[in-house]
C-alpha cells in the first residue's frame, strides 16, 4: 500500500495530509480508518484553534 503523502508550506506551519486511493482505504481494517479519523479530526480542531482556514477539498 502506497498512499501519497503531500507536505504543504504554511508560513510558520507544515501541512502534512495522506491521501489514500479507494482501493488503498479499502484494505484498511476498522480500527486504522477509525484511527486515521480521529488523528485527522484532532488536527482540524487543533488548526481551528489556532484561526487557520481551511480548505477541504
Known sequence: ???AVR???SGPF???TVD???E???LLDSGQKTLCRE???EI???MAALGK???MS
Open 20 to 22: 489514500f486511493t479507494l
Open 14 to 16: 507544515e501541512e502534512v
Open 7 to 9: 507536505l504543504l508550506g
Open 24 to 26: 488503498e482505504w479499502e
Open 53 to 55: 482556514t481551511l480548505s
Open 1 to 3: 500500500m502506497a498512499a
Open 39 to 41: 488523528v485527522m479530526w
Open 44 to 46: 482540524l480542531k487543533n
